[in-house]
């Protein structure tokens, strides 16, 4: 099982940025999945979840009208449409695979992309 | 700051057994499942327990996650040099309606 993140980049404060996530070596359209950041030197944020179908997403709050999460099961990818970009976004930014009997019990993990909002 | 409240840094010396809390309230820990993660230096996270006290296929069983009312504590026994890491524990928010991580703890062998 591997993911893969891709996207990230040094950006302008206000400017837009798309993350993608390939995810190989299983099932893909069974998983709930969710972007989660770390700031630098700092701890694990939860960013956004999508389930298995797209039918239930979640953000969290300060994110919240700037990202938006998305998948697309036929191309085994998962996405993060960040817009609006603040210095405080500066991360790296995880791909993470939700269990089936635990959708928040994230089992694996992507290497992570990172991102730099600065001027 | 987290609404999850974990101690900054917990350490023991081999073989001993280390606990790492978390502090959390009705509508997180109270009434959610909590998760914890490792990560050691320069890598993702990892999945240590799931639903407060499962354990992933491959995890250590030195490693185990237990709840009681709105606090978690992760228990390490037989600590081992290669324990040294972050933690982080982890459950769903009802009133903020997202999933949230604690602060970590740093776990140091001494």
């Known amino acids: 099982v591997q993911l893969v993140e891709s996207g990230g980049g040094l950006v302008q404060p206000g400017r837009s940025l798309r993350l993608s996530c390939a995810v190989s070596?299983?099932?893909?359209?069974?998983?709930?999945m969710h972007w989660v950041r770390q700031a630098p030197g700092k701890g694990l944020e939860w960013v956004s979840g999508i389930s298995w179908i797209g039918g239930s997403i979640g953000y969290a709050d300060s994110v919240k009208g700037r990202f938006t999460i998305s998948r697309d099961n036929a191309q085994k990818s998962l996405y993060l449409e960040m817009k609006s970009l603040r210095a405080e976004d500066t991360a790296l930014y995880y791909c993470?695979?939700?269990?089936?009997?635990?959708?928040?019990?994230?089992?694996?993990w992507g290497q992570g992309t990172t991102v730099s909002v600065s001027s | 700051q987290s609404v999850l409240t974990q101690p900054p840094s917990a350490s023991g010396t081999p073989g001993q057994r280390v606990t790492i809390s978390c502090s959390g309230g009705?509508?997180?820990?109270?009434?959610?499942?909590v998760n914890w993660y490792q990560q050691l230096p320069g890598s993702a996270p990892k999945l240590l327990s799931y639903?407060?006290?499962q354990r992933p296929s491959g995890v250590p069983d030195r490693f185990s996650g237990s709840k009681s009312g709105s606090s978690a504590s992760l228990a390490i026994s037989g600590l081992q040099s290669e324990d040294e890491a972050d933690y982080f524990c982890a459950a769903w928010d009802d009133s903020l309606n997202g999933y949230v991580f604690g602060s970590g703890t740093k776990v140091t062998v001494l």
């Open positions: 993470a695979k939700g269990r089936r009997d635990s959708i928040y019990g994230l089992d694996v």
């Open positions: 070596g299983l099932t893909f359209r069974d998983y709930a």
């Open positions: 009705s509508s997180n820990i109270g009434s959610n499942t």
């Open positions: 639903n407060d006290n």
